[in-house]
């Protein structure tokens, strides 16, 4: 019996490609950057989950990925501009602007309260993700909340499923389960961490991975039939 969840949050409850499509283009109307179209915003969504995956990898430090995104964006649309930390730090502040929710993502963790335990499991900023939970009340649902710029390490590392640990109790690999969307973190992470994983997959795609996936979901709702 599953007691213990896991939560990635963007991706999987929230709608990261909301919340970044807005915040990019807050961004361009406070620094007087002009239109960004739509065209623009794909190539940075690429850009960016570029830059997240050598994160994952190990490649790189979160502020070089902070920073680094942005300056290959910029180059690549050929806009001359070199406030790259100002409008990273407006960024990060602008994506907890608005909550953008996954299908049946807060009706589902609501159902869930004081039945399982929940936690929120995070690779993004402090500022961002601390205004993201906050925004959608999902800080009040949660048992408790780790994001890995307080953990000192990101998802899929074991040092970050460690620190949960310390915190909650030592997993019970049959009963803690991971959802997340990324199998290079989320489910990557599970498996570092030898618990359960059920991957987030909305638009159905065929996993290219030999990792362990226990549970494949395209509604968040349901878990709630895992559970029972």
């Known amino acids: 019996m599953i007691k213990t969840l896991l939560w990635d949050v963007d991706g999987t409850l929230l709608d990261f490609g909301k919340a970044e499509e807005y915040g990019i ?3 361009f ?13 794909s190539r940075y969504s690429l850009i960016n989950k570029k830059y997240w995956e050598m994160l994952e990898r190990g490649e790189l430090t979160k502020p070089q990925v902070l920073r680094g995104r942005f300056e290959e964006f910029f180059k690549t649309e050929c806009i001359g501009f070199d406030k790259i930390d100002d409008f990273n730090l407006e960024y990060q502040y602008r994506l907890g602007d608005k909550v953008f929710f996954c299908d049946n993502a807060l009706e589902t963790v609501q159902s869930l309260k004081g039945k399982v335990r929940q936690y929120a499991v995070t690779n993004g900023t402090f500022v961002a993700q601390s205004r993201k939970l906050s925004q959608s009340g999902l800080d009040k649902i949660f048992d408790d909340v780790f994001i890995s710029d307080k953990i000192g390490f990101e998802k899929p590392s074991v040092d970050f499923f460690n620190a949960v640990e310390e915190k909650i109790g030592k997993f019970n690999s049959r009963e803690t389960m991971i959802i997340g969307d990324s199998l290079t973190s989320d489910i ?3 498996n570092n961490a030898n618990i359960l994983c059920c991957w987030y997959n909305p638009k159905g795609d065929k996993p290219k991975t030999s990792l362990k996936i226990d549970y494949e979901i395209t509604n968040i709702s349901q878990v709630i039939d895992i559970i029972e």
Do not use: A, V
Request: proline fraction near 0%; aromatic fraction near 6%.
């Open 25 to 27: 283009r807050k961004c």
């Open 29 to 41: 109307e406070i620094f007087s950057l002009g239109e960004c179209t739509d065209e623009m915003l």
């Open 188 to 190: 990557r992470g599970g």
